[in-house]
């Protein structure tokens, strides 16, 4: 479709049939109990950018990031990423997603070795667990504190090993809900600036949040989420010209 505003014509986003989709979301209704969380959902994240779901508390930001590793099955509606029905082909979807919750589930008692050790058994990395945990623990910062429990670790350290785990089997799309939550800003910058460089190796990201400033710096592709549905989505470029047209403000 394409939109007329004060005389100029503003293309279309582009749809799923333009450009090559990690995630495919249609039509989708998922129910918990007498409670909608989604009601025809549409979300499609393109692959190698980095997509943000904006909205607020309870907008149905972490539902929908369910729907993608079939964690949660649409009551109504298609999920496909890439290109498989999560809800049959949920173990080789997950196999292929790297995921941070907004509060990561790690084990105190366990050294950041240790989280990162049985993460790999988990993945079934064998001899190259050693090589991509001391990588993943360089990248993200915490190499130096890898042998302190985890207990000890402040909720930026945590982040950071939460995000070294979920790049140990080098997936191809990673699912971060709330990431900068409980961080300072510094923090928070830098957290953003590791995800940005993760797309420069051709990986897709979909993230969450709640903060527009994150979106904005952050996103290819925005998508408003509120009342378990998607209120509008395209670039930042697009979205901006679609509500604010004119360039010149007298």
């Known amino acids: 479709m394409t939109t007329v505003t004060d005389g100029q014509v503003l293309a279309a986003p582009a749809t799923s049939a333009d450009v090559d989709l990690t995630v495919d979301i249609r039509k989708v209704d998922r129910w918990f109990g007498t409670v909608p969380a989604l009601h025809q959902l549409d979300l499609a994240v ?30 109504e509606g298609s999920v496909r990423t890439f290109g498989l029905d999560p809800a049959g082909d949920g173990e080789e979807v997950r196999r292929r997603c790297g995921v941070v919750s907004a509060k990561p589930a790690l084990y105190d008692r366990l050294s950041g070795r240790g989280n990162l050790e049985y993460a790999a058994e988990l993945y079934g990395l064998g001899r190259k667990a050693d090589d991509r945990i001391v990588a993943a623990a360089d990248r993200f910062g915490i190499a130096e504190a890898l042998d302190q429990k985890v207990g ?51 990986r897709t990201v979909v993230m969450c949040t709640h903060l527009l400033v994150e979106a904005e710096g952050l996103a290819d592709r925005i998508v408003v989420l509120d009342g378990g549905t998607d209120l509008l989505a395209g670039s930042q470029d697009e979205l901006t010209r679609l509500y604010w047209p004119p360039n010149l403000v007298h």
């Open 46 to 75: 393109p692959a190698g950018a980095i997509t943000v779901l904006l909205g607020p508390n309870g907008a149905g930001k972490t539902t929908a990031i369910r729907m993608i590793t079939g964690a949660l099955s649409p009551d």
């Open 152 to 202: 000890g670790y402040s909720t930026g350290m945590k982040t950071r090993l939460a995000l070294a785990r979920s790049l140990l089997h080098e997936p191809e799309l990673l699912l971060y809900d709330e990431p900068t939550s409980g961080l300072d800003p510094e923090s928070s910058y830098a957290v953003l600036e590791l995800i940005r460089e993760m797309t420069s190796e051709g």
